[in-house]
Nanobody, 126 residues
Framework: VQLMESGGGSVQAGGSLRLSCVAS????????MGWFREAPGKEREGVAT???????SYADSVKGRFAISRDNRKYSIALQMHRLAVEGTATYYC?????????????????????WGQGTQVTVSS
């Protein structure tokens, strides 16, 4: 299984970026997928996830600014980020988990996700 992220870059505070992740080798489409980020000196944290039924979950810090979507035909997800803040500077990772549902309290925790991409850097400057 491989997850490949793209779309990171540098942007000024208040700007927008769109991240994409394409999965290959997944045995079926019933995977929850999500975006997580890791800032220097901090633990990896959940940003947004979408389960196999398309139900989304968001960290409180990004609600109303970020939107996650998926295309099951292409085994891909995307994260549209608006009104980015300096605190959003981090490496963003795509993760996949078989069968985890949105109502599971662990949906935004990185622990249950067994597959990860290499990450894409997002830098937000003031």
């Amino acid at each position: 299984v491989q997850l490949m992220e793209s779309g990171g870059g540098s942007v000024q505070a208040g700007g927008s970026l769109r991240l994409s992740c394409v999965a290959s080798g997944l045995p079926h489409r019933r995977y929850s997928m999500g975006w997580f980020r890791e800032a220097p000196g901090k633990e990896r944290e959940g940003v947004a996830t979408i389960d196999a039924d398309g139900i989304t979950s968001y960290a409180d810090s990004v609600k109303g600014r970020f939107a996650i979507s998926r295309d099951n035909r292409k085994y891909s997800i995307a994260l549209q980020m608006h009104r980015l803040a300096v605190e959003g500077t981090a490496t963003y990772y795509c993760g996949a988990n078989p069968g985890l549902k949105a109502f599971n309290l662990r949906i935004l925790r990185p622990g249950p996700y067994g597959y990860w991409g290499q990450g894409t850097q997002v830098t937000v400057s003031s």
